[in-house]
Nanobody
């Protein structure tokens, strides 16, 4: 079992930045592929970014490429999402997710564990 706790959300003006963190319990964090997803009101949960176990591979949805960066620190059991040049359409609840093994994954159903989410609101 892995428990994931997100932090770092908040209210920011368009063009601003936030860094989300997701800290995992347990001793095997380095064996998990990690991902970030988001869900806006009335919409399905959508993929944002993913990172492989050793951080050699990352993948982003097109709408955040060049603005968001996913990274991880396996010594701290933490994955990060640096979000720059934020837009109002980035407003959503952001979730981190984990899956044991594999490179990275982009579909919600491919992940085994989820955090509770953190709200990101971008004002225009």
């Amino acid at each position: 079992q892995v428990q994931l706790v997100e932090s770092g959300g908040g209210l920011v003006q368009a063009g601003g930045s936030l860094r989300l963190s997701c800290t995992a319990s347990g001793r095997t964090f380095s064996s998990y592929a990690m991902g970030w997803f988001r869900q806006a009101p009335g919409k399905d949960r959508e993929f944002v970014a993913a990172i492989s176990r050793g951080a050699r591979s990352t993948y982003y949805t097109d709408s955040v490429k060049g603005r968001f960066t996913i990274s991880r620190d396996n010594a701290k059991n933490t994955v990060y999402l640096q979000m720059n040049s934020l837009k109002p359409e980035d407003t959503a609840v952001y979730y981190c997710a984990a899956r044991d093994g594999g490179p990275y994954y982009i579909r919600p159903g491919e992940y085994d564990y989820w955090g509770q989410g953190t709200q990101v609101t971008v004002s225009s």
